[in-house]
């Protein structure tokens, strides 16, 4: 099946310490995206990625860092420089040409909770 | 992006229809209305968009004035699981990009047995 994964969808750490959250699609799209959630509220862009080897700072990006060295894969690093590190993350992926069926359309992957300690 | 406007909750029976309005009186004609929804603690769920003509798929029905102003998305028989908050998004038709998407707050629907 085809599909976005997060892993893992709890994840714990002590203050001050860098974590990384994965991310992998296999639906062979181009645009990958991290999206924050905070309780009761919408989604903010951190980064997103329209190709490999490139990314693009989002709202939030301060604190972050991402990677895109395979099309299928796009990690996100939460450094200890992010002063509010606990929420839920979500990983999203899209197709960029237009023209086909579901332009627009961002497939989210389940989310991983991150809470700091 | 547009801002759009969205009631914070809604109720709905079981069975019943659940029609979620959204404003978005500054759309500007490029955007098309999307709507997505999120259930507890999962990631979000394209649900359908459009640009002028109402539009209907297998989930929901799309209602957009005539002026654009305003749409209203139409869940024909609520169930329990259709429980969840609902996104409106005003956003121009992708140009090959990325698609930097707004997600507001929504409109949490609870569907009641």
């Known amino acids: 099946d085809g599909g976005i994964t997060q892993s893992p969808k709890y994840l714990f750490r002590k203050e001050g310490q860098n974590v990384t959250l994965s991310c992998e699609q296999n639906?062979?799209?181009?645009?990958m995206y991290w999206y924050r959630q905070d309780p009761g509220q919408g989604l903010r862009l951190i980064y997103y990625?329209?190709?490999?080897?490139?990314?693009q700072k989002g709202d939030i990006a301060e604190g972050y860092s991402v990677s895109r060295e395979k099309k299928e894969s796009f990690p996100l690093t939460v450094t200890s420089a992010q002063k509010n590190p606990t929420a839920f993350y979500l990983c999203?992926?899209?197709?960029?040409?237009?023209?086909?069926?579901?332009?627009?359309?961002?497939?989210f992957g389940p989310g991983t909770r991150l809470t700091v300690l | 992006d547009a801002k759009t406007t969205q009631p914070t909750s809604m109720d709905c029976a079981e069975g019943r229809a659940a029609n979620l309005p959204c404003n978005h009186s500054?759309?500007?004609?490029?955007?098309?209305v999307y709507w997505y929804r999120q259930i507890h603690s999962q990631g979000p769920q394209y649900i359908i968009h459009?640009?002028?003509n109402n539009e209907t798929n297998e989930m929901a029905s799309l209602i957009i004035t005539e002026d654009r102003k305003s749409s209203t998305l139409i869940l024909p028989h609520a169930t329990l699981r259709d429980t969840a908050v609902y996104y409106c998004?005003?956003?121009?038709?992708?140009?090959?990009?990325?698609?930097?998407?707004?997600f507001g707050k929504g409109t949490k629907l609870t569907v009641n047995p």
């Open positions: 999203a992926s899209s197709i960029l040409r237009p023209g086909l069926a579901f332009h627009g359309e961002q497939f």
């Open positions: 639906l062979n799209h181009d645009a």
């Open positions: 990625s329209q190709i490999v080897n490139d990314f």
């Open positions: 500054t759309i500007s004609g490029n955007e098309y």
């Open positions: 459009g640009l002028k």
């Open positions: 998004i005003a956003h121009p038709e992708p140009q090959g990009g990325s698609e930097k998407l707004v």
